[in-house]
């Protein structure tokens, strides 16, 4: 079946550091690949997305890669706000399916 | 606002009651999803309809769950005879058909069972 496998957290960053979240999938066949986030309080909402094989899903400064080869869609964001101290959940929906399977989540906390 | 929302947004409930949640999705779209969330993990999911019709449910959703979308547009998720292990976070979430993984999820309805 499908599975999403993130990196550990609590993550813990000073300001304007450099943030990496690992992320690794199983799937069958193509499956796209999301970044979703929640900030205290609020529900999830879609960061960011990739289709196919070698896209690059980015929006508010923070980017990831969907690599085939690695099955892997890592979330990189060059320098980090305390604003980005959040749960970070890596998903997936395979090409057959209507649903989301999720990662258990990454918290990231930025220090100032 | 005219995101999704859930009510209640927290219920305590003693073990063997009945318990049921509201989503009201965004307007406009047409498919609506119900997921479970426990503590330090990710949205499982349960179910999603397409209108008025449930298309897909999960073997998360045993037979003391029911959840329906009457008219296309409100859901309701009732869990009968709860019990402790049904404590989580219920996340609704809705969508438009062809926007495939794009959801817009509401603040979530925990459910405390004691």
């Known amino acids: 079946g499908n599975s999403v496998t993130q990196m550990e957290g609590p993550v813990t960053l000073s300001e304007e550091a450099f943030l990496t979240i690992n992320c690794t999938y199983t799937?069958?066949?193509?499956?796209?690949l999301f970044w979703y986030v929640q900030y205290p309080g609020e529900g999830l909402q879609l960061l960011l997305k990739?289709?196919?094989?070698?896209d690059k899903g980015s929006n508010k400064g923070f980017e990831a890669t969907y690599r085939k080869e690695t099955t892997s869609f890592h979330l990189e964001k060059g320098s980090v706000q305390v604003s980005d101290s959040a749960v970070y959940f890596c998903?997936?929906?395979?090409?057959?399916?209507?649903?989301?399977?999720f990662g258990g989540g990454t918290r990231l906390m930025v220090k100032p | 606002d005219t995101g999704v929302s859930q009510d209640p947004r927290h219920k305590i409930t003693k073990r063997g009651q009945n318990v049921t949640f509201r989503c009201d999705p965004i307007?406009?779209?047409?498919?609506l999803y119900w997921y479970r969330q426990t503590l330090g993990q990710g949205p499982e999911f349960l179910t999603y309809?397409?209108?008025?019709?449930?298309?897909?449910k999960s073997r998360l959703l045993s037979d003391r769950f029911s959840a329906e979308r009457p008219k296309g547009s409100f859901s309701t998720l009732e869990i009968q005879r709860t019990e402790q292990g049904d404590s989580a976070m219920y996340l609704c979430?809705?969508?438009?058909?062809?926007?495939?993984?794009?959801?817009?999820f509401g603040e979530g309805s925990r459910l405390t069972v004691l």
């Open positions: 307007s406009e779209h047409n498919r």
């Open positions: 990739a289709t196919k094989a070698d």
């Open positions: 309809f397409q209108n008025e019709a449930q298309l897909e």
């Open positions: 979430a809705s969508s438009l058909a062809q926007a495939y993984g794009e959801l817009f």
């Open positions: 799937a069958t066949g193509y499956p796209s």
């Open positions: 998903a997936l929906r395979s090409p057959a399916g209507n649903m989301l399977t």
